[in-house]
């Protein structure tokens, strides 16, 4: 399965992708998580992505779809893969299908998270994720049964520095100004379906699976 999974900020993408790539035995390739370990190591993409990042806005375009063509071209990437925010802007998506064209792998399915814009915030309020495991958590909807800490490794979960209010306000605004675009850009090339994912982990895994089964290796 080759797939791409888009939607605002907190549509669920992550923790639905998380459930898919294991299902099919393919790679998650999260740009965010993929910023977001290069941060925490500290390494020069680490340093230039944060400032973009804490801000809510894009990392450039040169610098993402280079880091994510050298991630599709590792060997666990051959047989498929999720891409879980990635692309985020039409020239990235135009820069994926002549990857993908040139090694003929294209894209199968495009995945529209539709979601409501005061559950998004909702979502993404009361988010909390490990920094050491990376696994994710929802005071509300998914909290973690150690309370503050994680119930994997037993971490202290701790608040994404971009899940603050003035940087949930501009990276809704950058996804209405620089992301939306591409469900028209996706949509022209029948590779879109959307998805209603204003239900439950449960029911919005449900009909993943179903717009997903024809594609399916298992
Ligand atoms: P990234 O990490 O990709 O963030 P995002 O797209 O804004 O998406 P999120 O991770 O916030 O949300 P999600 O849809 O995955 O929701 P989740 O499943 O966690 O990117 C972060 C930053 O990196 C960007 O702002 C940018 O700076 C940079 N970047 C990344 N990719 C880039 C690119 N291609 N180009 C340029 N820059 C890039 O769910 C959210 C919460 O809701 C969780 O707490 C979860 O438990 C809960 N939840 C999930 N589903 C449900 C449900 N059905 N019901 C109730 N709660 C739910």
């Known amino acids: 399965m080759r797939l791409v999974l888009v939607g605002p900020p907190g549509a669920g993408k992550g923790t639905q992708a998380a459930?898919?790539?294991?299902?099919?035995?393919?790679?998650?390739?999260?740009t965010g998580d993929i910023f977001r370990a290069n941060v925490s190591e500290g390494t020069e993409l680490g340093k230039l992505a944060k400032q973009y990042m804490d801000a809510g806005d894009l990392v450039p375009d040169s610098v993402t779809v280079e880091m994510v063509r050298n991630r599709l071209a590792e060997e666990d990437a051959v047989r498929g893969f999720l891409l879980d925010g990635f692309?985020?802007?039409v020239p990235q998506a135009e820069e994926l299908g002549a990857a993908l064209q040139?090694?003929?792998r294209p894209l199968q399915r495009v995945v529209n998270f539709q979601v409501p814009r005061a559950d998004v915030i909702r979502r993404?309020?009361?988010?909390?994720?490990?920094p050491k495991c990376q696994a994710t958590f929802h005071v509300e909807f998914a909290p973690s049964k150690k309370g503050n800490a994680c119930d994997?490794?037993?971490?202290?979960?701790v608040q994404r520095s971009d899940d603050k209010p003035e940087a949930i306000e501009t990276r809704l605004?950058?996804?209405?100004?620089?992301?939306?675009?591409?469900?028209?850009?996706?949509?022209?090339?029948?590779?879109?379906s959307e998805l209603d994912?204003?239900?439950?982990?449960?029911?919005?895994?449900?009909?993943?699976?179903?717009?997903?089964?024809?594609?399916?290796?298992?």
């Not at 459930?19 to 999260?30: N, Q, R, W």
């Not at 993404?124 to 490990?130: A, H, Q």
Request: glycine share 6%.
């Open 102 to 104: 040139a090694t003929k």
């Open 152 to 157: 994997r490794c037993g971490e202290m979960l």
């Open 124 to 130: 993404l309020s009361g988010r909390r994720s490990c």
């Open 19 to 30: 459930f898919i790539a294991s299902a099919e035995s393919i790679p998650k390739i999260s």
């Open 197 to 218: 994912a204003s239900g439950s982990m449960d029911e919005v895994f449900e009909a993943l699976f179903g717009v997903l089964a024809p594609y399916s290796a298992i």
């Open 173 to 192: 605004k950058v996804y209405e100004e620089q992301t939306a675009p591409l469900i028209q850009y996706y949509a022209h090339k029948r590779l879109l």
């Open 87 to 89: 692309p985020r802007t």
